[in-house]
Nanobody, 128 residues
Framework: QVRLVESGGGLVQAGGSLRLSCAAS????????MGWFRQAPGKEREIVAA????????YYADSVKGRFTISRDNAKKTVPLQMNSLKPEDTAIYYC?????????????????????WGQGTQVTVSS
């Protein structure tokens, strides 16, 4: 398993930007597909973006496509999430997650049930 720690959350006005980061520990980080999820109050946790182990394949939820960018640095063991043009509906706790499945390491998955390692989350609040 890999240990994940998120950072970079905060309060921002609508239209602003935030950059979240996920720091991972463990020697096998580069073999994991990684994902960012979010959970708003009273709602289920949902996928925001995901990236394959090498970074060559990414997935974005329709709601963030064109505004958010996921990347990874396997040498530094980090997974940044750049969030631009933020909207009040982006308000949520954002979680970083790791999928250790060898079969899907090049094809990031979208379900919360496919990820077995999770960070503690970081709060993002977008004011109108």
């Amino acid at each position: 398993q890999v240990r994940l720690v998120e950072s970079g959350g905060g309060l921002v006005q609508a239209g602003g930007s935030l950059r979240l980061s996920c720091a991972a520990s463990g020697r096998t980080f580069s073999t994991y597909a990684m994902g960012w999820f979010r959970q708003a109050p009273g709602k289920e946790r949902e996928i925001v973006a995901a990236i394959s182990r090498g970074g060559g394949t990414t997935y974005y939820a329709d709601s963030v496509k064109g505004r958010f960018t996921i990347s990874r640095d396997n040498a530094k063991k980090t997974v940044p999430l750049q969030m631009n043009s933020l909207k009040p509906e982006d308000t949520a706790i954002y979680y970083c997650a790791a999928d250790s499945s060898l079969a899907y390491r090049n094809y990031p998955r979208k379900s919360v049930y496919d990820y077995e390692s999770w960070g503690q989350g970081t709060q993002v609040t977008v004011s109108s």
